[in-house]
C-alpha cells in the first residue's frame, strides 16, 4: 500500500490547450493508467520522451486523428506520474473525441489545476511555484512574465525557506536555552541571540518589499478616475490609453457606467477605471452610475481627483471635494489634477500645494507625462531587474501573520524575558510561512489554490 492519498490513484485526462481552433491541440493524461490507456489508443506506449507519429484510436479501435504522442514515465515528468501527450489537430470535436476515448477507457476529466495539485502533492513544485504557472499564464506585461518565471524557477521560495531556516535556529538556540531551567536565564544579554532576533527582522522587512512588488507585478496598480461631470475624466482616460475607449462629448454626464482600460506604464500594469461624473440630483442611471464610481474607489490603489481648471473656483466642487475626502478609505493616495489648462492659460505640472496637485490638459496632452511619472511613484514601482519575482495577496497575507508572531514573540521577551513565549510564537510565525510554499497546508486551502487554476493546467 501506498501512503498517497486515494485521488492521486487514478488517471486524469483533459485538454491542455484553449477551447477552439488551432493548428494544433493537446490532451494531456496523466496517472498510472496511462500504459494501458496508450496500448489501446496508440496500440502501445511510445518509446519515452520522443515525439513518435502514431495514430489516435478511440475505445472501439475506429481512428479519430493521427498526430504526435509523447510519453514522459515517472517519475520524471510534470506531474510526477506517467504522462501521455498527444497532439493532435486543433479543432473542438476532435479534442472532445479524444478525451472520450480516455475516459472511456478509464481515466476522468481533470479538475481545474489538478495537473499542477498533482505535481505539489507529488513534490515535483512547492506551492508558491504551482501559483507561478497560473501568474506566468496570466501575466499582463513581459516584467510580469519574467518574474512569475522567476517564482516557477524557486526564487521566491528560495527566498521563504532562507527566513524560515533562520527561524528555526533561532528557536533551537531559544529552545537550547529553556533546556537549563535551573539557570535564570537573561536573553538579552546573548549577543548571538539578540543579533539572529535582529537579523530575521530585517529579513522579514526584505522579503515584505519583495512580495509587495510581486504582488505589484502581478496584480498590476488600480487608479480610479473621479470628478464633477464634464472636468475631462474620460478624456484623460482616452489620453492615457492611447486610444478611444471612452465616449467623449460636451454634454455633462456622458459616461454612466465603469469603464476599465489595462495600460502598461513602464513595466507596471496599471487599470484606469473612468466613472460617472459624481452630482447632486442625478437621473436613476446617473445614480447607479455614481454607486459604482463609489465602489470602485473603495478597492482603489490610487484616485485621480479630477478638476476644470478653467471653470470659476466653485463651492459646489469644494464641497463635494470635502464630501468625497470624507469618503476616501484613509490610506488611499489621491492626485488632484487640475484639467483644461489650456483654456486657462496655465503652465503645466506640479503644483506647491497639497494635496498632491498637478496641472494638465487632456487635450493638449501637457503635464501628462509628470502625470505617469507621479502615479509610478505612489505605486512604489521601481525597475527590480532581475531580482523581481511574482507573489499573490495570500502571500502577503501569509508572511504579515507571520510576521505578527515574530514581533509578538520578540516584545515578550523584551518586556518579560519570556524565552517560551518567543519560541512558541516563531513555531506560529515558522508555520505562517509554511503555508506560502506548502509546507504547512491543509486540503482545503489546496482546493480553494488550485479551483482557480483553468481546467488542463
Ligand atoms: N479645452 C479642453 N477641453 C477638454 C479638455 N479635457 C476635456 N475637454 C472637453 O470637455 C468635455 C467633457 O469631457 P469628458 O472627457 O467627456 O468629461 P467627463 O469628465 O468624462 O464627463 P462626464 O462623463 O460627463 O462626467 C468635452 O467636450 C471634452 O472635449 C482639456 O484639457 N481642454
Ligand atoms: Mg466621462
Not at 15 to 25: D, K, L, N
Not at 71 to 97: C, D, K, R
Not at 153 to 160: C, D, E, L, M, P
Not at 347 to 352: I, K
Request: charged share 25%.
Amino acid at each position: 500500500m501506498s501512503d498517497k492519498p486515494d485521488y492521486l490513484h487514478d488517471t486524469i485526462v483533459a485538454a491542455a490547450t484553449p477551447a477552439g481552433v488551432g493548428g494544433i491541440g493537446i490532451v494531456r493524461i496523466s496517472g498510472p493508467d496511462v500504459p494501458q490507456i496508450a496500448g489501446k489508443m496508440l496500440g502501445g506506449l511510445p518509446p519515452p520522451r520522443v515525439a513518435s507519429l502514431r495514430e489516435f484510436h478511440d475505445a472501439a479501435g475506429e481512428p479519430i486523428d493521427t498526430g504526435l504522442a509523447l510519453y514522459f514515465p515517472e517519475p520524471g515528468s510534470f506531474t510526477g506520474e506517467p504522462v501521455l501527450e498527444l497532439h493532435g489537430h486543433g479543432g473542438p470535436v476532435v479534442m472532445a473525441l479524444l478525451v472520450d476515448a480516455a475516459v472511456s477507457l478509464g481515466s476522468r476529466q481533470a479538475e481545474p489545476g489538478e495537473f499542477s495539485k498533482r505535481a505539489f502533492l507529488n513534490d515535483k513544485l512547492d506551492l508558491a511555484q504551482a501559483e507561478a504557472i497560473a501568474d506566468l499564464i496570466g501575466s499582463g506585461t513581459a516584467q510580469a512574465a519574467r518574474a512569475a518565471l522567476r517564482s516557477l524557477s524557486g526564487t521566491f521560495s528560495a527566498a521563504v525557506d532562507a527566513l524560515q531556516e533562520q527561524l528555526i535556529r533561532l528557536r533551537a538556540q531559544v529552545e537550547a536555552a529553556l533546556d537549563f531551567p535551573e539557570e535564570e536565564i537573561d536573553f538579552l544579554s546573548d549577543e548571538q541571540l539578540v543579533a539572529a532576533i535582529d537579523d530575521c527582522h530585517a529579513a522579514f522587512a526584505a522579503l515584505r518589499e519583495g512580495t509587495r512588488a510581486g504582488r505589484l507585478l502581478r496584480d498590476g496598480y488600480q487608479v480610479v478616475i473621479v470628478g464633477r461631470p464634464n472636468v475631462g475624466k474620460s478624456s484623460l482616460l482616452n489620453l492615457l490609453s492611447g486610444q478611444e475607449a471612452a465616449i467623449v462629448t460636451e454634454v455633462a454626464g456622458t459616461t454612466r457606467d465603469i469603464l476599465r482600460e489595462h495600460i502598461n506604464l513602464d513595466g507596471l500594469l496599471v487599470e484606469l477605471i473612468d466613472t460617472a461624473g459624481l452630482r447632486e440630483n442625478p437621473d436613476q442611471i446617473e445614480a447607479e452610475g455614481i454607486r459604482r464610481a463609489r465602489e470602485a474607489i473603495k478597492s482603489a490603489d490610487a484616485v485621480l481627483w479630477i478638476q476644470d481648471a478653467s471653470a470659476k473656483e466653485n463651492a459646489i466642487e469644494k464641497e463635494s471635494l470635502a464630501a468625497l475626502g470624507e469618503e476616501l478609505p484613509a490610506n488611499v493616495p489621491v492626485i488632484t489634477i487640475r484639467n483644461k489648462i489650456d483654456l486657462s492659460d496655465e503652465n503645466p505640472g506640479l503644483q506647491d500645494k497639497r494635496p498632491l496637485t498637478l496641472n494638465v490638459s487632456a487635450k493638449t496632452g501637457a503635464g501628462t507625462d509628470i502625470l505617469r511619472e507621479q502615479v509610478l511613484k505612489l505605486a512604489g514601482h521601481k525597475d527590480l531587474g532581475e531580482g523581481a519575482f511574482t507573489a499573490r495577496r495570500r502571500h502577503s497575507d501569509a508572511l504579515g501573520r507571520a510576521e505578527a508572531h515574530f514581533q509578538a514573540g520578540r516584545k515578550v521577551l523584551e518586556e518579560s524575558k519570556a524565552g517560551e513565549l518567543l519560541a512558541e510564537e516563531l513555531r506560529l510565525a515558522q508555520e505562517a510561512l509554511g503555508q506560502i510554499t506548502g509546507s504547512f497546508t491543509s486540503d482545503d486551502l489546496l482546493g480553494k489554490i488550485f479551483s482557480e487554476f483553468c481546467i488542463g493546467k
